[in-house]
């Protein structure tokens, strides 16, 4: 076959899937960076070159960093202990235990429901009259409010996301344990290491190429929270900011105060996190790799 | 010894039937709620049930959330039969048609998975104004009718597919679509069956695009419309209207789950955790 034809094949295969990209995305990317050096105003119409004054404002913008502690704040906690629940749970159901299909088709259920769903479910659990607000009361005696206290709304979407995405984090560690070869676990049990000491000496060394992937999905999913707090708070951020999340903000910039193009210098922003975190993440766990 | 492990495997069973009932409680006590009265609701009351009621359904039905679950099925199987042909043409050309540019174009596309969405957001949603494509639900289905990690995936796949099935099939004369379509597809069931149950599923419970592109109540999609039910009826404890809404919502996921679980919890495929 000429090389002619395989180009013309090639790229007809390709087509669609190109055009989508080209449309949706790489000029959306292009448009973004040209947008965050201007102030635009959609509904007026207007485009004026403010060069670097969008990053000037946020940086000077108390709002943003309330939405920098609150999503800091939301990753440094959910993506250790939504990575340690998913990573034990695998061990556990990889333990020749009975049942385990049945075990890990319930648990996969959350997984399934929609973030929507799933903030509904939870803001009544945790509503004045919900379950876990009247468990608390009949055991301790105290009415706690969780949805309207500053202190405590966040802590209600992290229960929410953890509960949420372990499932699936289960499953892909799940995969990693069937790659381990049984010979690491005879030798150490020769050795006389019980079944915890084989979980910290074996399992979790072997697991470490998986436990990467979970944490850089869970960082990278974490800094991208939107809609447990947008349907929490009504799109507002609140109890005072304290479900004000970087990507609610973006949304809040762009569409409640119009200001499109600090939208887009934020969404910038939260780009370069992401990526420097994950660099970061990336270093640090090759780093324990070669002390393992 | 054999007394210790009899105690770590019960350690081990009642931790696992602890997080199972963790579970299952939060949608029991919601199927639960969506039987109560209203009455019931807002005076606390109990785990379960103390009369039936099915008023949540009823005020369910006779809103538009019938019209929100059609825009969502209707949509969520658009986008899931053209992800699937168009994701999967793209892979196959990435792992068999040597072209010109096809290295460029692949590293092109690793790149593009790696930005988050929230970068293109906001200019996205100039280009679909600037498409006419606002309020229309032609921008959901535009926007989201190529996944570059499902044409990843596919890519992968199809480098393992053995080459001798299509060299045989080129000998009878098929062209290369034909080929593709005829004896490539069929042979790639397994991953085509996980593809369209991920695109199903990401559309049907994606939130942000329909709040972003759609606006006039009865093209919203279902997940859009759950947030108009709970802000109508919070304030008034209608906490049976909002969870039979919600528990609806669960009930499409929920069949194709039972139906095709094998799918579902052989996926440990890289995508679904990306949002």
Known sequence: ?292 | MKKQNNILKTTVYTILILYGLLTLVPFLWSILTSFKTTAEISAGGTFFPEKWSFDGYETIFQSQFPTWVKNSLTVSLAVTILNVIFNTMAGYALARIPFKGRQFLFSMLLMFIMIPSQVTMIPLYIVISNLGLINSHFSIIFTTMINITYIFMMRQFFINFPRDVEEAAAIDGLTRFGTFFRIVLPNARASLATQAIFVFMGVWNEFMKPLLFISSPDKYMLTQGLNALSKQYMNATKWDVIMAGAIISIIPIFIIYIVLNKYFLKSNDQTAGIK
């Open chain 1, 1 to 292: 076959m000429s090389g002619k034809r395989k180009l013309l094949q090639g790229y007809t295969f390709m087509a669609p899937a190109l055009i989508v990209i080209i449309i949706f995305t790489l000029v959306p990317i292009i448009y973004a960076l040209y947008m965050m050096f201007f102030k635009v105003d959609l509904l007026a119409g207007t485009k004026t070159f403010v060069g670097f004054e969008n990053y000037g404002k946020i940086f000077s913008d108390p709002k943003f960093w309330a939405a920098f502690k609150n999503t800091g704040e939301y990753v440094l906690i959910v993506v250790p202990i939504q990575t340690m629940i998913a990573m034990v749970l695998a061990a556990l159901l990889n333990s020749k235990i009975q049942f385990n299909r049945v075990f890990l088709s319930i648990m996969f259920i959350p997984t399934l429901t929609s973030s929507s769903a799933m903030t509904l479910i939870f803001m009544w659990l945790f509503n004045n009259n919900g379950l876990v607000v009247n468990l608390i009361e009949s055991l301790f005696g105290t009415k706690v409010q969780f949805i309207t206290n500053p202190d405590l709304a966040l802590a209600v979407i992290m229960i929410m996301n953890i509960f949420s995405t372990v499932p699936h984090f289960m499953i892909v560690f799940l995969s990693g344990l069937q790659d381990i070869p049984p010979v690491l676990y005879e030798a150490a049990s020769i050795d006389g290491a019980g079944k915890v000491k084989q979980f910290f000496h074996v399992t979790v060394p072997q697991l470490m190429p998986v436990t990467f992937y979970v944490i850089t999905m869970g960082v990278v999913g974490c800094f991208q929270i939107f809609d447990q707090a947008f349907i929490l708070s009504n799109g507002s951020g609140g109890p005072q900011n304290s479900t004000l999340t970087f990507t609610l903000y973006i949304y809040q910039l762009a569409f409640t105060s119009n200001d499109m193009g600090r939208a887009t210098a934020m969404a910038f922003i939260l780009g370069i996190i992401i990526f420097m975190v994950t660099f970061i993440v990336n270093k640090l766990m090759k780093a324990d790799q070669v002390n393992g």
